[in-house]
């Protein structure tokens, strides 16, 4: 069960400073883990967020392995009493399923949204950001950043507000490839995990995704084309998944959230950067957005430190690519019953082809080793 923290809301809202070495605009896991790592490296820090803690969020609240080593980067150590652990992934078909463990004994943790908020929240404060909670950014120039009538002066600025980043409008920053989004839900569901994997149930215009969060709680996601498919009508179309929520009460509201994979051609401009969702996206079916900006937040601190922000872009780049490629991969089998059928055969069969490909995803494997089980799942794809 994961423990309960004291309520963020009952701390005092600090002073705002008049200046600081890095403001962050948004509070969510991106912005923490900026201002987490900006911290480490003795940058003062001042983070700011419309909104009050805990933040929840339409996720589907998995931390795959590499996750974790980057939270552990940022000092932070998930224990099994704060979250629930998984140790690989599971895909399923109407019939067909193959799952894989993750690489070395590996796992992942799972956790609801708020808790993880309050856990990074503390952090932060306990390293010595400063948190302003229910302050809208209206705005930001080369000097610093406006809080409605009042200005903090900054000497990097970093965008940390989300997918619909206002920062990447103000520094017009939003040039890039137009994305195909997709419509996500999340609920929860009280039911004992029937599973130790995080699985990705294939329908003919969906995914569900579920993902044990407790002992006696199932984070479950759907995400479609469709924007009409809300989570109840989508597991419909997923009878395995349906039949193991048959009896289970629902604990949380439904929420909802845009996914994809979504690039922008540059990251940064002046002393401006952006980080997470702002930065660019990948679909959800990848379980790695928080991820990748906890690993981008490790990335940003170092190059404000040195001052080349164009280092960070390189290697925001170098992050995107692993989980964008496998999002892509993927969703290839998105609306292809056909080959989606053929490929889970293929999962099924040569159970070696799927456990690289889930020690790929989680960036335990090079890509150029897995040139035989690309050919394997060829063959095995024409032939079945
Ligand atoms: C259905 C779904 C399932 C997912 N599943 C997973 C998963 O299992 N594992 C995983 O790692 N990732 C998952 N993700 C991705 C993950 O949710 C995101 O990558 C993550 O929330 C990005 O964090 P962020 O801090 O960049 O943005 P956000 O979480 O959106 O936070 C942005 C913050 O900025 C604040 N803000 C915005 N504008 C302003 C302003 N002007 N002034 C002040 N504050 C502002 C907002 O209030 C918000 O708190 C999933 C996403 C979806 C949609």
């Not at 969510?28 to 929840?56: C, H, N, S, T, Y």
């Not at 994809?260 to 002046?270: K, L, Q, V, Y």
């Not at 964008?324 to 070696?352: I, K, N, S, Y």
Request: one cysteine or more.
């Amino acid at each position: 069960m994961a423990k309960e923290r004291a309520n963020p809301n009952e701390k005092m809202t600090p002073d705002l400073p008049s200046a600081t070495d890095v403001f962050v605009v948004g509070g969510g896991p991106a912005g923490l883990a900026a201002a987490i790592a900006a911290r480490q490296r003795g940058f003062e820090v001042v983070v700011a967020d419309g909104m009050q803690p805990p933040i929840d969020k339409a996720c589907g609240e998995g931390l795959m392995p590499d996750a974790l080593e980057a939270l552990a980067q940022l000092g932070i150590r998930l224990s099994t009493d704060e979250a629930h652990p998984f140790c690989g992934i599971r895909f399923l078909g109407s019939s067909l399923s193959a799952d894989a463990d993750f690489p070395f004994r590996g796992r992942g943790l799972a956790l609801r949204r708020p808790s993880l908020h309050c856990i990074l929240l503390e952090h932060a404060a306990r390293l010595g950001a400063t948190l302003l909670w229910g302050t809208a950014i209206t705005g930001i120039s080369r000097e610093g950043v406006h809080l409605g009538q009042r200005f903090v002066r900054a000497r990097w600025i970093i965008g940390a507000d989300g997918a619909n980043s206002r920062v990447r409008q103000w520094v017009a920053l939003n040039a890039g490839p137009r994305p195909r989004l997709r419509y996500a839900f999340r609920r929860h569901y009280r039911v004992a995990p029937w599973t130790d994997h995080m699985e990705v149930y294939w329908g003919l215009h969906c995914q569900g995704y579920a993902t044990a969060v407790s002992n006696d709680q199932v984070c479950v996601a759907l995400a479609s084309h469709d924007p009409a498919l809300r989570l109840e009508t989508g597991l419909h179309t997923l009878p395995r998944l349906s039949a193991r929520l048959r009896d289970a009460a629902t604990v949380s509201t439904e929420r909802g959230a845009l996914t994809g994979n979504r690039r922008f051609a540059r990251i940064w401009r002046g002393n401006v950067a952006l980080i997470g969702d702002a930065s660019g996206t990948v679909d959800a079916i990848t379980g790695e957005g928080m991820g990748l900006a906890f690993r981008q937040a490790v990335a940003l601190a170092k190059c404000l430190q040195s001052g080349n922000l164009a280092n960070y872009q390189a290697e925001h780049r170098r992050l995107m690519l692993r989980p964008w490629w496998m999002a892509r991969l993927m969703l290839t089998l998105d609306g292809r019953p056909a080959l989606q059928h053929r490929t889970l055969q293929v999962f099924q069969e040569h159970p070696e082809v799927f456990r690289r490909l889930v020690a790929l995803h989680v960036g335990a494997l090079p890509p150029t080793r897995l040139l035989w089980d690309g050919l394997t799942l060829g063959w095995g794809l024409l032939t079945a």
